[in-house]
């Protein structure tokens, strides 16, 4: 399979040899939004169907229980030329990107993940929308009083502490937020030791395969 190596990535050895994954959560909180999507290789629309298959495919995902997550994906025809659809009699479904509620442990880097009050966060995200968005980050602080988070671009000691990051096991306390998932758990590509030396990795921690 053709790889491509993003523009903003990195060796991600670290990742493969079971590091944390805090230093791409603080590299996604200080990316601009376009350079945040184009290293996460994502859109506005969340990614297709098939996209989040073949990133499923190459990892081993963190098991979440029952935990389930809304998340926005297009179908996978709708990357389909309109030449080749007229040809093979392709029908269209709708272009705008479909909210789903799927298992928690099935989201990858780059799908985009909606937020509300009650909800667990069920990975480690950048917020990319908020509306009087406020969780309960008690689990990483100790302290249970509500913290606002925002999508702009913010500073922090720690993960947690910026405000633009909403980290897996955080409770929803207020509002609304449309996030893109950076990581889901302790997440490595599948058959690291074969692949290490003819592929290349992605800055997040997966193969990329060429659209």
Known sequence: MTLKLHVLAKSVKRFLDGHSSNEALITAARLEREALLKWLDTTEEGLLDREAEDRLALLSPIKTDDMKAKVLRRDRRSAVPREIAAVFSVR????????????????????????????????????????????????????????????????????????????????????????????????????????????????????????
């Open 92 to 211: 269209f479904s709708a272009q705008k990107p479909q909210s789903r509620e799927i298992p928690a442990s099935e989201l990858v880097p780059g799908d985009l993940i909606e937020l509300g009050e009650g909800d667990v966060v069920p990975c480690d995200a950048r917020l990319l929308s908020c509306d009087d968005f406020h969780v309960d980050q008690s689990a990483y602080t100790g302290i249970p009083v509500p913290v606002r988070k925002y999508a702009g671009i913010g500073e922090g000691e720690s993960a947690h502490d910026y405000p633009n990051l909403a980290l897996r096991g955080m409770r929803v306390t207020s509002g609304t937020a449309l996030a893109v998932v950076v990581s889901n758990g302790p997440v490595l590509a599948k058959n690291a030791a074969e692949c290490r030396e003819s592929v290349n990795f992605s800055a997040y921690g997966f193969l990329v395969p060429q659209r």
